[in-house]
């Protein structure tokens, strides 16, 4: 899973950066591309293959700031899967990329435009995208109004904090890290 874009990067059209200076502020955010956009398709493996065993990350800082800006992060599930998730503020044009492959389809999501292709053995078809429930903002008012919670949100949040903690570590630490060794 990928997501990135060009928010760290002069650009013609742009002469300044456009993501705000406290994007660059390990005191502020407490990260960069990682925390910002890499929780994301972190977020998605989780709800793909469930939490991984192991985390093995990677960070750059190719604009020299005090945060990362480029992020390679792979993932081991005890299934014998790997996962691989992808951010940074340094990509001029990358779509937000989704793709599953096993030993007879594969399955690519990109956006934007939304495009779902498949692939068995023969040639890549479009496949039509199943209708979005309501966005996360619609349903957390629904559930104040209702006086409901989102139990399984909530856990999926609590389990995002889990690989993302563990990412940090690996990357800071320089080794792979298990998930079963982090603190409760």
Known sequence: MRMARNGALRTERNLDVWLPAHFYDPDQCHGGAMIDLG?????????????????????????GRAVEDNVVVTLG?????PAVVEAGFVTPALPFTIEVHSTCTSLIYSAPPPVL???????????????SSPLPFVQWVDHIQRGTRNVANIDAALDL???MEAANRSAAERRQVRLDSLQP
């Open 39 to 63: 929780c994301r398709p972190m977020y998605l493996a989780r709800h793909i293959l469930g939490l991984p065993e192991t985390v093995n990350s990677h960070y750059r800082y190719v604009t």
């Open 77 to 81: 599930y005890a299934s014998g899967a």
């Open 117 to 131: 292709r498949m692939r068995g053995l023969d040639d890549w078809i479009e496949q039509a995208i199943p209708k």
């Open 161 to 163: 904090t889990k690989p």
